[in-house]
C-alpha cells in the first residue's frame, strides 16, 4: 500500500539536492526558446489561426519586461496571446498589456 507524505516531508525529500534557478529576468537568452516552446504547446488550441510563429516586435517586447511571475507568467502571456491573436503570427498587440510593458 502506497504511503501518504506531507507537504513538509515531500520538502525535504526534494529538497535532498537544492536547485538554484535563477530569475527569468536574469535569463533573457531562455525567452526566446522558452516563447518558441509555448507557441508549439499551445497551439494547438486554435488552430484555426495557423499560429507559425512570433513577430520580432513582440520578441522584444517580451524581452523587455521583468517577468515578476517568472516562467509560469510567460507561459500564461504566450497562451493569452494565441487566444486574441487575429493571424497566423503574434503581434506586440496581441500580448497581455503587462507582459508587453517595459522595464521602468
Do not use: W
Not at 534557478?21 to 507557441?39: K, S, Y
Not at 489561426?49 to 513582440?58: F, L, P, Q, R, S
Request: charged share 25%; aromatic share 6%.
Amino acid at each position: 500500500m502506497p504511503t501518504r507524505c506531507s507537504a513538509k516531508d515531500l520538502y525535504y525529500r526534494l529538497n535532498v539536492i537544492p536547485i538554484e534557478l535563477p530569475p527569468l529576468r536574469r535569463r533573457q537568452d531562455d525567452i526566446p526558446l522558452l516563447v518558441n516552446h509555448f507557441i508549439d504547446k499551445h497551439k494547438s488550441k486554435a488552430p484555426e489561426k495557423n499560429i507559425t510563429g512570433i513577430a520580432k516586435e513582440a520578441v522584444q517586447a517580451v524581452l523587455a519586461y521583468h517577468f515578476p511571475g517568472n516562467v509560469r507568467e510567460l507561459e500564461n502571456a504566450i497562451e493569452y496571446a494565441i487566444a486574441f491573436t487575429a493571424g497566423p503570427v503574434i503581434q506586440k498587440d496581441d500580448l497581455p498589456s503587462t507582459s508587453s510593458k517595459t522595464r521602468s
